[in-house]
């Protein structure tokens, strides 16, 4: 068993506190992903479970025991970098089992262990080549391997694909999914990026100035977000909010979407301001004359149409299709209320 359990965990840079107690459960063979925005933490947290950082409160465990005070190399866990930091002399084949090396191990074990990280990772055709007849995809994968071949309990990935153009990070992407299937490992995957947390994840967790917003299965997030922070986060093009004020009991005045919204959500008082967060693909261009379109993006199969209503507040709009209204058109907005959420003041979600 090698599930991750962090308890109240908190983080200090001398008196900088970053990580203000995170308390967290990771499942055993769960692919766990950690995004948000630059600086909110998630590298420092990693890097904390990996124990590069000491942990200035809480504790941490990993599967049974408590690792908060135990040295990196005996957590049973591995990590990989956003740098692959391979050596230039040594061949695919050493780069991987170096480690292995360094602690002593037979070298029969080792190429065993070599021949079967290379086989997961289809680099078999590439061991005795050096780091620089290798592609960046190749790289990466190298240094996967390299965290492969030490059989880690959990595999902590801290933006592993940031340095690849996008078209290998799809790859990758499906790579490291097929990885974590075949080998059932738990992991630790740290992104900025909320695609590659909705593709890979079993749980996302939402991080935000070194507090956690939201935990939840990736869709669960989308559709039922607890707050604006991960409504706006996840989703892409993010969600458009408007202010609206509560005229009664389920129902709330939006200028910015040309009238009032009815809704099941619990609102507060009459008066109170309340935001309303609609998606882009539930919006609908009608006929009417409440928003001027500023731009459009056709990208072929789908077409974002940005216009601002009278209240100068902005919204984007997801079409299918090519649809590429004239700058300065007045266009009508249409929505299901259904579709509309809600959000107090303070920005938690109205339910
Ligand atoms: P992320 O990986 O989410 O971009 P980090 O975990 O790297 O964020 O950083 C979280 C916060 O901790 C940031 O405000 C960062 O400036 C701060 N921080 C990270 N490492 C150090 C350090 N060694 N000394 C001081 N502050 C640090
Ligand atoms: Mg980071």
Known sequence: MSGVVLQKVVKRFGEAEVIHGVDLTIEDGEFCVFVGPS?????????????????????????????????PSERGVAMVFQTYALYPH???AENMGFGLKMTGHPAQEISRKVAEAARILKLGDLLSRKPKALSGGQR??????????????????????????????????????RLHRE????????????????????????????????????????????NRFVAGFIGSPAMNFVAATVVSAGLAEA??????????????????????????????????????????????????????????????????????????????LAYEAGDALFFAADGQRLR
Request: a negative charge; aromatic letters at 2%; hydrophobic letters at 40%.
């Open 140 to 177: 990466q994968r190298v240094a996967i391997g390299r965290a492969i071949v030490r059989g880690p309990e959990v595999f902590l990935f801290d933006e592993p694909l940031s340095n690849l153009d996008a078209e290998l990070r799809v790859e990758m992407r499906v790579e490291i999914a």
């Open 39 to 71: 600086g909110c933490g998630k590298s420092t947290l990693l890097r904390m479970v990996a124990g590069l950082e000491d942990t200035s409160g809480g504790s941490i465990r990993i599967g049974a025991r408590d690792v908060t005070q135990v040295d």
């Open 183 to 226: 080998i059932g490992a738990t992991m630790i995957y740290v992104t900025h990026d909320q695609v590659e947390a909705m593709t890979l994840a079993d749980k996302i967790v939402v991080l935000r100035k070194g507090r956690v917003e939201q935990v939840g299965k990736p869709l669960e997030l989308y559709h039922d977000p607890d």
């Open 90 to 92: 040594m061949t695919v």
């Open 255 to 332: 200028p910015g979407l040309g009238g009032t919204v009815p809704t099941a959500a619990h609102l507060p008082a009459a008066g109170s301001k309340v935001e309303v967060g609609l998606r882009p693909q539930h919006l609908r261009i009608t006929g009417g004359e409440t928003h001027r379109v500023e731009m459009t993006e056709a990208l072929g199969g789908v077409s974002f149409i940005h216009v601002s209503a009278a209240t100068g507040e902005k919204l984007v709009i997801e079409a299918k299709g090519d649809v590429t209204p004239a700058i300065g058109t007045m266009v009508g």
